[in-house]
């Protein structure tokens, strides 16, 4: 079973947390920032410069959602 992890966007100078990609399981493809950026209202505006993202292990989301 392909798990695909979240991704957490945000702007490289400020650290600012832009957009939160949800987590999926099952029949889903990976998605490149590129894709990502065209995909995300919060991010279309932004240079590939401007942005980057950390992959949060697969039910991570989950975990923070409960506490």
């Known amino acids: 079973m392909k798990q ?3 991704k957490v966007y945000y702007l490289k100078i400020i ?3 832009l957009a939160i990609t949800s987590e ?3 029949a889903v493809l990976e998605t490149t ?3 990502d ?3 995300f209202p919060a991010v279309q505006n932004k240079s ?3 942005i980057d993202f950390v ?3 697969y039910g ?3 975990q923070l959602s409960i506490m």
Do not use: F, P, R, S
């Open 48 to 50: 590939l410069d401007e």
């Open 4 to 6: 695909l992890k979240a």
């Open 37 to 39: 950026i065209q995909i």
């Open 55 to 57: 992959e949060l292990e």
């Open 15 to 17: 650290g600012k947390v």
């Open 60 to 62: 991570t989301l989950l």
């Open 33 to 35: 920032k590129e894709q």
């Open 24 to 26: 999926m399981q099952w």
